[in-house]
């Protein structure tokens, strides 16, 4: 694999950005004096024993990863989806023949091709053949409505798809066949990846949800195309400047793109979670839990990704996380790695019969996706004597910037220090240039080997993303003496109440101090007499009795009177949450819009 050298010795490396063509940015390096270092990149002293943050970092072709796993470990297994198991090397021939296969239906470097799909190996499978054939990946939610999955095919020239014979599946893709410029759709049979008896029971008592499939020129079947097994030709990948991924996100500025990940940065971010996270299981192969969506950019990467890198087997209990699922899956299968978002941390401490699964197998758990409110974390380390630690990221860094250490001080509300070769600065958001004083808040920015491309097709939004040779992140974050840096909040969600400045999440901390409230979001809604005010949205534990005035009592000495919520709604059903299983903010903020109108 291709490596890139960012070690402190004689000198090191800042990434930065240059014009490019197609997408406006390319990636190169540029060495910075070691002297003044110390002072503005204060994790350097701080550093996890035995971790270099000027390492050499592997910037190779994805599909080297998966190779190296099979050579060395082709026996160990690999996925375990619901009780079937797969070795590596039974992936590694799965690879080889699909990518074959869409190399016979045409593909060449640079073909999109797209993966709809929940968890299951096919995921897996179907994402490193596109990129063994020398196609670019790109991912869909398969919760997306007709309307967002044509606008993405239709931006990132997405002409194969691949997904299962599932109802609520096909019945999208029959009609992005008809309406879009997809080309060709790969179905793949549900049946053949279930386990024993699953596979038989499934068409009898599932049979609504299995999908009739009329032919057609425009379907393949996945089991046809690769029954004669074999391997692809050769392709010849530019690590530095191939695109492996295009993840589509909201981004920094709002309207759905395509963050372009080069191989580069998606494998260099995959090493980089290797070195943070790696070689603290304990001896022989470890085991990582799967139940957040491999599409998600955060799951591709500390899941699915860092996995394949370092022969762990991922164990997918579901096609979709289900809170009892995952909690048998732990009980019985004995993972060590468990990623998640707080969300799910939170569910899982609130679970009413948690004490009758063993979680004691867990070592490691990495959250993120969304703030970890500090009594959540307590809670759950509490009750399972695993360490939590709390990490950020982002799709447009694919996606992990900043960890906690494994060893070493795991600070509650912090987001950690930046991982090997990565360089965070807090950049004042009144100029976007200059840094400010450590400890001073500002928009926290990036520079390192796993920051996109750009946008894909989009130089003016790159343009407003990349600056300076930096990213700029929107989030608001300040850093201690120590190089570990805190969000603040995010620059958008910024509540501007007469004239002062409240940070959601700070209000967010104090109400999660109650210990009646499972779940809240603080937002600014519209007011007339102040421009905003805070609101707060609270979901009170099961058989907990929680009204605004004792909420109200009881935040009168943890926050300001600016900060106290002049609004609060006291909710028994669920907040509403991504994909993933985060808070969202941007929905509970849609439905107020909604009653305001409504009124």
Same mark, same amino acid.
């Given at each position: 694999m291709r490596r890139t050298k960012c070690g402190f010795g004689a000198c090191a490396y800042r990434y930065h950005f240059k014009p490019n063509v197609q997408l406006g940015v390319f990636m190169s390096v540029e060495t910075i004096s070691p002297a003044s270092?110390?002072? %503005?990149? @204060?994790?350097?002293?701080?550093? !996890? %024993?035995?971790?270099?943050?000027?390492?050499d970092i592997d910037m190779g072709p994805v599909p080297a990863m998966l190779d190296k796993t099979v050579a060395a470990h082709g026996a160990w297994p690999g996925i375990d989806f619901m009780g079937k198991v797969w070795s590596w090397a039974d992936i590694g021939a799965q690879v080889d023949a699909l990518a074959k296969a869409f190399q016979d239906m045409g593909v060449v470097k640079g073909t999109r091709i797209g993966m709809f799909l929940p968890n299951c190996p096919t995921f897996i499978v179907g994402y490193y053949a596109a990129l063994k054939a020398g196609a670019t990946v790109v991912n869909f939610n398969p919760l997306y409505t007709p309307r967002e999955l044509k606008h993405q095919i239709e931006d990132s020239g997405t002409t194969i798809m691949l997904t299962l014979d599932l109802q609520m599946l096909h019945q999208k893709m029959d009609e992005m066949l008809k309406t879009s410029s997809l080309q060709k759709l790969v179905v793949a049979r549900f049946t053949d990846i279930l386990p024993f008896p699953k596979s038989l029971l499934f068409p009898i008592f599932k049979a609504k949800d299995k999908a009739k499939i009329a032919p057609s020129d425009k379907i393949v079947w996945l089991h046809e195309i690769t029954a004669g097994g074999g391997k692809p030709? !050769?392709?010849?990948?530019? @690590?530095?400047n191939d695109i492996a991924v295009l993840q589509y996100t909201g981004g920094t500025t709002g309207t759905p793109k395509g963050a372009a990940l080069t191989h580069a940065n998606v494998t260099a971010n995959a090493h980089q979670c290797s070195l943070w996270l790696g070689g603290h299981g304990g001896d022989g192969q470890q085991r990582m839990m799967g139940v957040l969506p491999f599409f998600h950019v955060f799951a591709m990467t500390a899941v699915m990704n860092f996995s394949v890198r370092s022969a &762990?087997?991922?164990?997918? !209990?579901? !096609? =979709? &996380?289900?809170?009892?699922i995952t909690l048998k899956a732990i009980d019985k299968k004995k993972p060590h790695y468990f990623p998640a978002v707080p969300a799910i941390y939170n569910g899982i401490n609130n679970h009413p019969k948690l004490a009758e699964f063993d979680l004691k197998s867990l070592r490691y758990c990495i959250s993120g996706g969304a703030p970890l409110p500090v009594e959540v974390k307590k809670a759950f380390e509490r009750n399972t004597g695993c360490v939590v630690v709390e990490g950020y990221g982002l799709t447009e860094s694919a996606p992990v910037v900043c960890v906690n250490p494994i060893v070493g001080a795991n600070k509650a509300g912090s987001i950690g220090m930046p991982v090997p070769g990565t360089i965070v600065e807090i950049v004042s958001t009144e100029d976007g240039v200059s840094?400010?004083?450590q400890g001073e808040r500002g928009e926290l920015c990036v520079r390192g080997p796993q920051v996109m491309k750009g946008y894909w097709n989009k130089p003016e939004e790159t343009d407003l993303v990349l600056k300076g040779g930096r990213l700029h992140t929107g989030d608001v974050a300040t850093m201690d003496q120590e190089g570990y840096v805190y969000i603040v909040d995010r620059i958008k969600d910024l509540?501007? +109440?007469?004239?002062?400045n409240v940070y959601p999440r700070n209000v967010e901390e104090a109400i999660y101090l109650h210990t009646g409230v499972e779940e809240c979001i603080v937002a600014g809604v519209p007011d007339d007499e102040r421009g905003e005010a805070v609101k707060a949205w609270i979901k009170p534990k099961a058989g907990v009795t929680l009204t605004e005035k004792d909420m109200l009592a009881f935040l009168a000495d943890k926050i300001s009177k600016i900060e106290m919520p002049r609004h609060m709604?006291? =909710?028994? +059903?669920p907040l509403p949450k991504t994909m993933i299983g985060k808070l969202s903010r941007k929905d509970i903020l849609a439905e107020e819009k909604a009653k305001r109108e409504a009124a």
């Amino acid at each position: 694999m291709r490596r890139t050298k960012c070690g402190f010795g004689a000198c090191a490396y800042r990434y930065h950005f240059k014009p490019n063509v197609q997408l406006g940015v390319f990636m190169s390096v540029e060495t910075i004096s070691p002297a003044s270092s110390s002072a %503005q990149y @204060p994790w350097l002293s701080h550093y !996890p %024993q035995g971790l270099n943050w000027g390492c050499d970092i592997d910037m190779g072709p994805v599909p080297a990863m998966l190779d190296k796993t099979v050579a060395a470990h082709g026996a160990w297994p690999g996925i375990d989806f619901m009780g079937k198991v797969w070795s590596w090397a039974d992936i590694g021939a799965q690879v080889d023949a699909l990518a074959k296969a869409f190399q016979d239906m045409g593909v060449v470097k640079g073909t999109r091709i797209g993966m709809f799909l929940p968890n299951c190996p096919t995921f897996i499978v179907g994402y490193y053949a596109a990129l063994k054939a020398g196609a670019t990946v790109v991912n869909f939610n398969p919760l997306y409505t007709p309307r967002e999955l044509k606008h993405q095919i239709e931006d990132s020239g997405t002409t194969i798809m691949l997904t299962l014979d599932l109802q609520m599946l096909h019945q999208k893709m029959d009609e992005m066949l008809k309406t879009s410029s997809l080309q060709k759709l790969v179905v793949a049979r549900f049946t053949d990846i279930l386990p024993f008896p699953k596979s038989l029971l499934f068409p009898i008592f599932k049979a609504k949800d299995k999908a009739k499939i009329a032919p057609s020129d425009k379907i393949v079947w996945l089991h046809e195309i690769t029954a004669g097994g074999g391997k692809p030709a !050769p392709v010849s990948i530019d @690590p530095m400047n191939d695109i492996a991924v295009l993840q589509y996100t909201g981004g920094t500025t709002g309207t759905p793109k395509g963050a372009a990940l080069t191989h580069a940065n998606v494998t260099a971010n995959a090493h980089q979670c290797s070195l943070w996270l790696g070689g603290h299981g304990g001896d022989g192969q470890q085991r990582m839990m799967g139940v957040l969506p491999f599409f998600h950019v955060f799951a591709m990467t500390a899941v699915m990704n860092f996995s394949v890198r370092s022969a &762990f087997e991922i164990i997918i !209990p579901a !096609p =979709r &996380f289900e809170l009892d699922i995952t909690l048998k899956a732990i009980d019985k299968k004995k993972p060590h790695y468990f990623p998640a978002v707080p969300a799910i941390y939170n569910g899982i401490n609130n679970h009413p019969k948690l004490a009758e699964f063993d979680l004691k197998s867990l070592r490691y758990c990495i959250s993120g996706g969304a703030p970890l409110p500090v009594e959540v974390k307590k809670a759950f380390e509490r009750n399972t004597g695993c360490v939590v630690v709390e990490g950020y990221g982002l799709t447009e860094s694919a996606p992990v910037v900043c960890v906690n250490p494994i060893v070493g001080a795991n600070k509650a509300g912090s987001i950690g220090m930046p991982v090997p070769g990565t360089i965070v600065e807090i950049v004042s958001t009144e100029d976007g240039v200059s840094l400010v004083k450590q400890g001073e808040r500002g928009e926290l920015c990036v520079r390192g080997p796993q920051v996109m491309k750009g946008y894909w097709n989009k130089p003016e939004e790159t343009d407003l993303v990349l600056k300076g040779g930096r990213l700029h992140t929107g989030d608001v974050a300040t850093m201690d003496q120590e190089g570990y840096v805190y969000i603040v909040d995010r620059i958008k969600d910024l509540i501007i +109440t007469n004239g002062y400045n409240v940070y959601p999440r700070n209000v967010e901390e104090a109400i999660y101090l109650h210990t009646g409230v499972e779940e809240c979001i603080v937002a600014g809604v519209p007011d007339d007499e102040r421009g905003e005010a805070v609101k707060a949205w609270i979901k009170p534990k099961a058989g907990v009795t929680l009204t605004e005035k004792d909420m109200l009592a009881f935040l009168a000495d943890k926050i300001s009177k600016i900060e106290m919520p002049r609004h609060m709604e006291i =909710r028994e +059903t669920p907040l509403p949450k991504t994909m993933i299983g985060k808070l969202s903010r941007k929905d509970i903020l849609a439905e107020e819009k909604a009653k305001r109108e409504a009124a």
